[in-house]
């Protein structure tokens, strides 16, 4: 009703003004219509402005009487349907900004968990670089290169480096790399062959001798304890 007032009232008065000077019903709709079309405007206009407390007492008057409307509407009451629909927007309303928060903790979660693993992945790609930088730099003091060091390393794991010395490493080398100028006779060749074929022989045959007293201490129902006092 304020709202209707506030436009209804100053807009019957222009529409009777304007009449009563052309005495032209299409002009006065015409030019009463674009009239009232600036005036409406410029009351939203005076509205929003008047939302600022620093705007003029004009302004604020406006935006007070907007605002007493909508207090008005507001505190009609509602009918069971209308309450219904009122109720049911709030609580979407709620469940939405429910959602709105959890995505946004989510994301914020979802940023520092990243943020975590990349600092993991160069922490950990900084310590790889290093331990590569000190396995060059041993290999540049020894002057192996990197072939060498995986044959070398794959002779000590076959072979229990403790059973093969320096020397018979080195000639392991030589037969496992052949295009190697080591100056290793043929003779000293097939002399770490044998023992490499010995030492492996040696260890398989301890290891089955390992299962089989394990095995035979398994079914005597011998504990750990007792298995070692008696193969000691």
């Known amino acids: 009703m304020i709202v209707v007032?506030?436009?209804?009232?100053?807009?019957?008065?222009m529409f009777y003004f304007i009449w009563a000077l052309t005495h032209n019903i299409a002009a006065t709709c015409i030019v009463g219509f674009l009239i009232m079309c600036l005036y409406t405007g410029a009351l939203f206009a005076a509205n929003e402005k008047g939302k600022n407390?620093?705007?003029?007492?004009?302004?604020?008057?406006?935006?007070?009487?907007?605002?007493?409307?909508?207090?008005?509407?507001?505190a009609e009451p509602l009918n069971e349907e209308d309450h219904q629909k009122r109720m049911q927007r709030a609580q979407q309303d709620a469940e939405l900004a429910t959602l709105k928060e959890r995505t946004l903790t989510l994301d914020r979660m979802g940023r520092m968990a990243n943020?975590?693993?990349?600092?993991?992945?160069?922490?950990?790609k900084a310590e790889i670089n290093k331990l590569n930088a000190e396995i060059?730099?041993?290999?540049?003091?020894?002057?192996?290169?990197?072939?060498q060091a995986e044959i070398l390393n794959k002779i000590s794991l076959e072979a229990e480096a403790k059973n093969i010395t320096p020397n018979e490493a080195h000639l392991l080398l030589k037969l496992l790399n052949p295009s190697a100028d080591t100056g290793i006779s043929?003779?000293?060749?097939?002399?770490?062959?044998?023992?490499l074929n010995r030492i492996k022989a040696e260890t398989y045959n301890?290891?089955?001798?390992?299962?089989?007293?394990?095995?035979?201490?398994?079914?005597?129902?011998?504990?750990?304890?007792e298995t070692?006092?008696?193969y000691k």
């Open 115 to 124: 943020l975590h693993g990349e600092q993991i992945t160069n922490h950990l």
């Open 136 to 147: 060059m730099q041993i290999l540049s003091n020894s002057n192996i290169t990197n072939t």
């Open 228 to 230: 070692r006092k008696r």
């Open 53 to 74: 407390k620093n705007a003029h007492f004009l302004f604020r008057s406006i935006y007070f009487l907007f605002s007493l409307h909508d207090e008005m509407a507001a």
């Open 5 to 13: 007032a506030i436009i209804g009232l100053p807009s019957a008065f």
């Open 206 to 225: 301890l290891t089955q001798e390992g299962r089989q007293k394990r095995y035979q201490a398994d079914l005597d129902g011998l504990t750990v304890k």
């Open 186 to 195: 043929i003779g000293q060749e097939r002399m770490v062959e044998e023992q």
